[in-house]
């Protein structure tokens, strides 16, 4: 089978994106997509998305950095925003597999309170018990292949809630490496909490060495 080219995205609106369904790789579509919507969300903020727009945003965040880094990544980068959202849109386009595997994902950090920030913070603590089940659950994500079909036919059914936009030439900031790269933060945040630790024993210490002097 010959192998479609990538299209490369300079504005196309979704009827014009779909139309090359045929002409070029339908994965490459979809980074178009996301593209086009993410460029609206940094000119136009974040209101001006549209559910659909919200949904791309999400899986495609997902598809990336579980395929580059694992789940590990997945809740580290940037795409951690979509912690909260991103089980309810696999569900909507049908992808009930990735759905349960990310929802057992989530559940490992062992959250209270299920956003962003806590995933990140979560992922910062050393934890081998739930490193082990995210490294199972990545490795259940690669044996899938339904995000690129299933959401290239949601991506045709709501073409109509889809408005993506050219982006501007400001450069979009860089994405952290793999999963690997997280140990020296982990590290890092371990040593501050030693320090302060530390300070705070000394601060102690001298309260009552002032106070025995009084």
């Not at 000119?43 to 990336?64: D, K, P, R, V």
């Not at 959250?111 to 490795?139: F, K, Q, W």
Request: hydrophobic share 40%; aromatic share 8%; glycine share 6%.
């Amino acid at each position: 089978m010959e192998k479609l080219p990538r299209l490369g995205y300079d504005g196309q609106t979704a009827a014009e994106l779909l139309a090359c369904k045929h002409s070029h790789n339908i994965y490459s579509l979809m980074w178009e997509f996301e593209q086009g919507v993410r460029a609206k969300r940094d000119q136009h903020g974040h209101e001006s998305l549209t559910n659909a727009e919200w949904l791309i945003l999400a899986i495609m965040a997902l598809n990336c950095e579980v395929n580059n880094g694992g789940y590990q990544q997945f809740f580290f980068n940037s795409s951690r925003e979509f912690v909260p959202i991103v089980i309810d849109c696999l569900l909507r386009i049908q992808c009930h597999a990735t759905a349960a595997i990310a929802e057992k994902a989530i559940a490992a950090l062992g959250l209270t309170e299920l956003s962003g920030d806590t995933a990140r913070e979560a992922i910062y603590m050393e934890d081998p018990v739930r490193d082990e089940i995210l490294h199972y659950c990545d490795r259940e994500f690669y044996k899938l292949v339904e995000i690129g079909p299933k959401l290239f036919s949601f991506l045709e059914a709501h073409q109509d809630e889809i408005h993506p936009i050219k982006p501007s030439a400001i450069a979009r900031p860089k994405r952290v490496p793999g999963s690997s790269k997280i140990a020296p933060f982990r590290e890092l945040v371990t040593d501050i909490a030693k320090q302060r630790a530390n300070l705070q024993r000394e601060a102690v210490r001298f309260v009552q060495r002032r106070g025995r002097s009084e």
